[in-house]
């Protein structure tokens, strides 16, 4: 199960930080990412964490958005710096190994003044 927190309402150039909490006992195996779906648009990956450690990230978000992955806490997190009005999307967590993969429920984010 993952469970996504950390969404809201931001200003332009302003900042959040998305968590994802897992349960079970082999999260540090598994392959973590974070998705999004803008209203009226498909959803995309914006940043992927191995079980190494390796990072990819969208275009789009390369330079303002940080993943990360805490193993002892079963946790991947979503920086997010420089949030423009284009980066409002529902955001979901997503866990993947092999053939299976896991998502999370969605959380908000909307950046507007």
């Known amino acids: 199960q993952l469970v996504e927190s950390g969404g809201g309402l931001v200003q332009p150039g302003g900042s959040l930080r998305l968590s994802c909490a897992a349960s079970?006992?082999?999260?540090?195996?598994?392959?973590m990412a974070w998705y999004r779906q803008p209203p009226g648009n498909q959803r995309e990956l914006v940043a992927r964490?191995?079980?190494?450690?390796?990072?990819n990230y969208a275009d789009s978000v390369k330079g303002r958005f940080t993943i990360s992955r805490d193993n002892a806490k079963n946790t991947v997190y979503l920086q997010m710096n420089s949030l423009k009005p284009e980066d409002t999307a529902v955001y979901y967590c997503n866990a993947q190994l092999w053939a299976v993969t896991y998502w999370g429920q969605g959380t908000q984010v909307t950046v507007s003044s």
């Open positions: 964490v191995t079980n190494g450690g390796n990072t």
């Open positions: 079970g006992s082999a999260f540090s195996s598994y392959h």
